[in-house]
């Protein structure tokens, strides 16, 4: 009996142990949202914003609710000129509870994202904040937005 059970948490922990998990590097930038934000007024955020060329808007449930509302992730991807180095994507999360939250990144899983992207980025991601707040109404990112670097250099950004 003890036998079997030895043998099974050797299993448990070789399976846990080969399984590990995909790690990412990047940028992300998040901020729960008070309510739900204008989707259109977003976009054009996002086009306004220096250094952005082309903006592509996609949205998806994220699994769906029985007794609550579906969650929905409302992405829009943004590039600069093919030379720039400037590319992210700006997310927002509707979950069960109707709350919205805001995630803008750059990141990529296995290797970190190139310094140049992140270096380039960067800036951009703070203007569509900015623009964000200014034409669009959403308030609280002007001081609850957190930036995580994780496996990449985020130098202070000049004001």
């Known amino acids: 009996m003890m036998r079997n059970i ?3 948490v050797i299993a448990f922990g070789a399976a846990f142990l080969l399984t590990g998990c ?3 590097y990047g940028v992300m930038r998040n901020a729960d949202l008070a309510s739900a934000p204008p989707l259109e007024c977003v976009r054009h955020a996002v086009e306004a914003a220096p250094g952005v060329v082309s903006v592509d808007y996609n949205e998806s449930h994220t699994g769906k609710g029985l007794f609550h509302s579906t969650p929905w ?4 991807s943004y590039r600069g000129a093919p030379s720039s180095n400037v590319m992210g994507v700006l997310q927002l ?20 994202p190139k310094q140049a992207a ?5 800036p951009v991601m ?4 900015k623009n964000l707040a200014l034409q669009c109404g959403i308030t609280e990112l002007a001081s609850g937005v957190r930036e995580e670097c994780i496996g990449v250099a985020c ?3 000049p004001n």
Request: net charge positive; charged share 30%; glycine share 2%.
């Open 73 to 76: 992730v409302y992405s829009y």
């Open 6 to 8: 030895a043998r099974l």
């Open 93 to 112: 999360y509707k979950d069960y509870e109707g709350r919205f939250s805001y995630k803008n990144n750059l990141w990529q899983m296995h290797e970190p």
């Open 22 to 24: 995909d790690p990412i």
């Open 118 to 122: 992140i270096d380039a980025t960067r």
């Open 155 to 157: 130098n202070p950004l």
């Open 126 to 129: 703070r203007a569509i904040k």
